[in-house]
């Protein structure tokens, strides 16, 4: 229990964060602030500065909540079982949250500033985490490669996962390199995009080889 209070403080320390790097530089913050990029880094609007602390705040306070609501309404039980790995997805994924509205909120304070490529940068680093940590997730409804072929299927699940863990470690580090080297995003879309679409087609394609030896 006192694992847990302290898991929670960590958590919320990081919900926390951005709130608190964005009031430490209010005087400084323009009053018309970019609200958020696109996938190629390019602005989607401008709001004020407080409606933007009101959304950075929903962001941070909103993700903590979903991931804590998480495991009690799993009909399987299956997120209560991870434990301490589940713990670590949530401050991998609170960190992620928090340091991109870190880094949008920096991009007002410098116009020469590229958020987008540290944006990927650290989105990245998550799916190499992410990579190690489907490899040995257990079924469930709302983590993972949740295709209707593995959810029915615990070797097609087992499967796909160590399949898609692996090729996500050692995607996502060469399109960590290449989002530095490249300066246009299109690259990175294209590989987040076939990182994203491939363990679909490769848990369905794991069905339809096991559907065919099963008739045989």
Not at 74 to 97: A, T, W
Request: net charge positive.
């Amino acid at each position: 229990m006192k694992d847990k209070g302290i898991n929670e403080g960590i958590l919320l320390m990081l919900v926390i964060l951005p709130i608190l790097f964005m009031a430490l530089q209010w005087e400084s913050l323009p009053n018309k602030m970019v609200k958020g990029y696109n996938l190629l880094g390019e602005p989607t609007g401008h709001m004020n500065k407080l409606s933007m602390l009101y959304t950075v705040g929903l962001c941070t306070i909103l993700s903590y909540l979903l991931l804590l609501l998480i495991p009690k309404i799993d009909p399987r039980k299956r997120i209560q079982e991870m434990g301490s790995k589940y713990f670590s997805l949530r401050l991998i994924f609170q960190l992620l949250i928090g340091t991109i509205l870190i880094i949008v909120v920096k991009a007002s304070l410098n116009d020469q500033f590229e958020p987008i490529k540290y944006i990927y940068a650290f989105v990245l680093v998550f799916m190499i985490f992410l990579g190690n940590y489907l490899q040995s997730i257990k079924p469930n409804y709302f983590i993972g490669i949740r295709t209707p072929w593995a959810l029915e299927s615990e070797s097609n699940w087992n499967c796909t996962h160590r399949w898609t863990g692996r090729l996500w470690i050692v995607g996502s580090i060469i399109l960590s390199v290449t989002n530095w080297l490249i300066p246009t995003a299109f690259p990175i879309l294209i590989g987040l995009g076939l990182l994203i679409i491939t363990p679909v087609i490769y848990s369905f394609i794991y069905y339809k080889s096991n559907s065919k030896e099963s008739m045989q």
